[in-house]
């Protein structure tokens, strides 16, 4: 393991490395009593443990914890410090130890079995994570592909309605589904003995993609229904909505989890396909999405880390360019910083979205805001 020691007393940086030298885990160890030099080195680095003193000036050892812990999720950190003052803050941060100074040698090896005892955690969660799946994609559409693979799986639809079959099913997987209402939703201008001929056809070929990409769907027949069964094949909505009921309090040390909760989110559901059964569900993601989006760049923004709440709605604006609180929000935002040009190039990218997509002006309480605002720029 490769370790990066901060300490402003050169006299205890010095006994530290040298305690630290005698484990063989160590590959390397380098030493810092600068703190801006330091957050440099493990930035660069990225090593796999930071022994930080705590109570610096200028940059202290939390703030520097909490960078390296937003850019480096797995790094584990140790603070050291004469003071227990700052052990909750600390280990607010997930610290791996809090180590009061002077550090005893006997001390110090319990601290080295809790750096092992989380390296071989992460390496157990990891080896089953690694395990591939297959998944099927619905976000913005239908699409395949295996966990462990970037690519999706190409898949040519005999038909529209194939397809949105397909999706229908997918969306009530695990329910018996009546076969006349299948062909009423799916076939809804067609007469019956033409209909269900097209449902037997459009199933036959459904199994037919299924198996030519070899995912384990199985689509039950009774007499009178269809049940979709996934065994184990996962659906990105469904493991999105999952990992968003296991978010731990908002902190610096689960912000970054928050993040990649927005990030994983790449269109709202099935979106191009303009399915009319599936729009309540897709207004109901969207909103979960949203919510989370506000909630982390609200904190953001508490904490005047302004360019992260900007752009997190950036991506808001290349996933949903119809969004249209984002363009008001990085509005404000942007005012914030004192970027007017940003301001004006924002409010008319909202009207050149709204009126090609919609035909309709930005909302009252933005046009007021935004008119407000450019009074107010006139009088500087």
Not at 71 to 82: G, N
Not at 189 to 197: A, D, L, R, Y
Request: net charge positive.
């Amino acid at each position: 393991m490769r370790v990066i020691l901060l300490d402003n007393e050169p006299l205890m940086l010095k006994r530290l490395k040298k305690a630290l030298d005698c484990f063989h885990c160590f590959k390397a160890i380098d030493v810092y009593t600068s703190p801006r030099k330091a957050l440099m080195g493990i930035l660069k680095e990225k090593p796999d443990v930071v022994f930080l003193e705590i109570d610096i000036a200028i940059l202290s050892g939390l703030e520097i914890a909490e960078i390296a812990k937003e850019k480096l999720p797995k790094i584990q950190i140790i603070f050291t410090s004469v003071y227990s003052q700052f052990a909750i803050q600390a280990f607010e941060l997930d610290a791996t130890d809090y180590l009061i100074k002077p550090i005893r040698k006997e001390r110090l090896l319990k601290t080295i079995d809790r750096i092992k005892q989380r390296c071989q955690k992460r390496l157990s969660v990891e080896e089953v994570s690694k395990q591939p799946y297959a998944e099927v994609c619905c976000f913005n559409t239908i699409n395949f592909k295996w966990s462990n693979k970037k690519s999706y799986i190409k898949v040519k639809w005999r038909t529209k309605k194939t397809q949105e079959l397909f999706a229908y099913l997918i969306h009530n997987h695990g329910k018996s589904l009546r076969k006349d209402i299948l062909v009423d939703i799916i076939w809804p201008h067609v007469e019956w003995n033409q209909g269900i001929s097209l449902l037997y056809t459009a199933i036959y070929q459904i199994r037919k993609m299924l198996n030519s990409i070899e995912f384990n769907i199985e689509i039950k027949s009774s007499e009178n229904t269809y049940t979709l069964i996934l065994h184990d094949v996962k659906v990105d909505v469904h493991l999105w909505e999952k990992d968003i009921e296991s978010l731990k309090e908002l902190s610096a040390k689960t912000l970054i989890d928050y993040i990649e909760i927005i990030k994983r989110y790449k269109g709202n559901y099935l979106e191009s396909l303009e399915y009319s059964w599936s729009k309540v569900e897709k207004e109901r993601l969207r909103s979960l999405w949203f919510h989370y989006v506000k909630k982390v760049t609200d904190y953001l923004i508490s904490q005047k880390r302004y360019i992260q709440a900007i752009e997190i709605y950036h991506y808001v604006q290349e996933v949903n360019q119809l969004e249209e609180e984002s363009y008001f929000l990085l509005m404000q935002l942007y005012y914030e910083i004192n970027e007017p040009l940003a301001i004006t190039a924002q409010f008319e990218k909202l009207k050149q979205v709204l009126k090609e997509e919609l035909g309709v002006e930005p909302s009252s309480k933005i046009m007021t805001w935004y008119n407000e605002w450019k009074k107010e720029l006139l009088r500087k």
